[in-house]
């Protein structure tokens, strides 16, 4: 019976970690999270909302980051520029 218990724990548990393995985690520099930045929840980030978490950093760092060129980031492009080596 224990070993159906432990079991049930370990598949219960598994989607959390893989849930966070997937989230756009953030780092030591970029400490917001993609899902916190985007504050109308449309999947992208704009200047305003990327400039709301970081009023430091100039435009041209946001453009890093919409490598795309469409005025728009994406979470793979966030995950893709918080992840480059600076």
Known sequence: MLKYIVIAAIV???PLSVMSSLSYASTD??????????????GVLTWDEFHA???ELSKDAY???????????TPEEWKAFVNKPR
């Open 12 to 14: 219960a548990v598994s």
């Open 29 to 42: 520099r970029y400490p917001a999270d993609f899902s916190e930045m985007d504050t109308n929840k449309d």
């Open 53 to 55: 978490y970081y009023p």
């Open 63 to 73: 453009d890093g980051a919409d490598t795309q060129n469409d005025g728009r980031v």
